[in-house]
């Protein structure tokens, strides 16, 4: 079967750090585009930033550049998002997805073609 799961959320001081992990089952996750995303309370999902299955970064957020970066983990399954100088505005559920395509390139248009989807981590930055 196939599953992404994600963890890793929590409560975090601004200017602090969180990891997200996000662990596949049923699939090589190596092999495809992973993207990141997240829904800040009554807002709606935005993605955040893809790595695709040749290991090419896309971010589809501004404001996460140079504090935000993905990488895998290939003997765990699982990809990474390390999310450093966190801002109370970084609040969200925070979800991985991917579009089970073999070899693919991340969309231009985020989660645009990802249908797996997991089922969110809370990520909660407040003093």
């Known amino acids: 079967q196939v599953r992404l799961v994600e963890s890793g959320g929590g409560l975090v001081q601004p200017g602090g750090s969180l990891r997200l992990s996000c662990a596949a089952s049923g699939f090589t996750l190596d092999d495809y585009a992973i993207g990141w995303f997240r829904q800040a309370p009554g807002k709606e999902r935005e993605g955040v930033l893809c790595?695709?299955?040749?290991?090419?970064?896309?971010y589809y957020l501004d404001s996460v550049k140079g504090r935000f970066t993905i990488s895998n983990d290939n003997a765990e399954n699982t990809a990474y998002l390390q999310m450093n100088s966190l801002k109370p505005e970084d609040t969200a559920v925070y979800y991985c997805a991917t579009d089970l395509e073999r070899g693919s390139n991340c969309p231009r248009v985020p989660g645009y073609g990802m249908y797996v989807w997991g089922q969110g981590t809370l990520a909660t930055v407040s003093a």
């Open positions: 790595i695709s299955s040749s290991d090419e970064v896309t």
